[in-house]
Nanobody
Framework: QVQLVESGGGLVQAGGSLRLSCAASGLIFSNYGMGWFRQAPGKEREFVAAISWSGGSTYYADSVKGRFTISRDNAKNTVYLQMNSLKPEDTAVYYC?????????????????WGQGTQVTVSS
């Protein structure tokens, strides 16, 4: 059974940094494109970042470009999201996702597996 487990969320002041991790099991990790999404209370889940199976291609939402970096370590079956210069509007539950294709995707419905999420709260 495929499992994705996020970690690394927490409370941080505006301007601070966090690194989220997503550990995958039950799949051949290097065969999957991976993505990060977030969802604030009362809002729909939105795209944050995606990465191809090889790590050679990355994609970012305009709202986080230049501040967030997605990466992966296939040997550790883990994808990361480094978040710098955090803003209060970044506050949300962050989810990692996997799709059975080599590329990432910006679309929620393109992903086959989801983690349970990790809370990120940025204080002003």
């Amino acid at each position: 059974q495929v499992q994705l487990v996020e970690s690394g969320g927490g409370l941080v002041q505006a301007g601070g940094s966090l690194r989220l991790s997503c550990a995958a099991s039950g799949l051949i990790f290097s065969n999957y494109g991976m993505g990060w999404f977030r969802q604030a209370p009362g809002k729909e889940r939105e795209f944050v970042a995606a990465i191809s199976w090889s790590g050679g291609s990355t994609y970012y939402a305009d709202s986080v470009k230049g501040r967030f970096t997605i990466s992966r370590d296939n040997a550790k079956n883990t994808v990361y999201l480094q978040m710098n210069s955090l803003k209060p509007e970044d506050t949300a539950v962050y989810y990692c996702a996997a799709r059975t294709a080599s590329s990432g995707s910006v679309y929620v419905k393109s992903y086959d597996y989801w983690g349970q999420g990790t809370q990120v709260t940025v204080s002003s």
